[in-house]
């Protein structure tokens, strides 16, 4: 049984995330969503690791084939763990050509039994990251159609929960 894994921050899982775990689903007998708790990662996360689970639970449940799991550890410990021989990524523009390169480098260096592997992001989120999602609902610009709806209600929330 061939196991693949992908790997984010997902805060909060977009659009983006779910077409690329869509495409590797129909790739891998299962495939394991692991949430990186990145603590640190742009002044910290907006949303628990439990909340981007379960984001991604909901986003994914007519996935029979695709469970979400948090991770605190290095990737290739993690894939391990859960059994998967290879890391997917989604690539959107060359800029992240250079980062992921490197980390498919090292972690090929750590473990030599996991493989990285790469999906083109599609044009229409080519350009389309947590982070933008963020700054658009941070000023007031709509967000929907870029996250689930479920998500895009919960951004709404936790911004004006911060006010
Ligand atoms: P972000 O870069 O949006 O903060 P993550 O750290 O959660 O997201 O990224 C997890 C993975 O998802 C990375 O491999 C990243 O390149 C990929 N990814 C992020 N956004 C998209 C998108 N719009 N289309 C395809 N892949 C994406």
């Not at 984010?8 to 659009?15: E, I, K, Q, R, W």
């Not at 996935?63 to 799991?69: D, F, G, I, Q, T």
């Not at 021989?85 to 039994?113: C, P, Y």
């Not at 999602?133 to 004006?160: F, M, N, Q, T, Y």
Request: with cysteine.
């Amino acid at each position: 049984m061939k196991r693949g894994i992908v790997p984010g921050t997902f805060d909060p899982v977009t659009s983006g995330h779910l077409d690329i775990i869509e495409r590797a689903a129909a790739l891998f007998d299962s495939l394991v969503v692991g949430v990186a708790l990145s603590p640190d990662k742009g002044g910290g996360p907006l949303f628990s690791a439990e909340e981007r689970v379960t984001f991604i639970q909901d986003a994914t449940a007519h996935l029979e084939n695709v469970s979400v799991r948090a991770f605190d550890t290095l990737l290739v410990d993690f894939a391990e763990e859960v059994g998967a021989s290879v890391i997917v990524k989604g690539l959107r523009a060359m800029t992240d050509f250079e980062r992921e390169f490197q980390m498919a480098a090292l972690n090929w260096r750590l473990d030599h039994h996991v493989e990285t592997m790469f999906i083109m992001a599609i044009p229409e989120y080519m350009y389309l990251s947590s982070s933008a999602v963020k700054e658009i609902a941070v000023h007031g610009g709509s967000v929907r159609e870029l996250v689930p709806d479920a998500v895009c209600d919960a951004i709404s929330r936790k911004l004006s929960e911060a006010r």
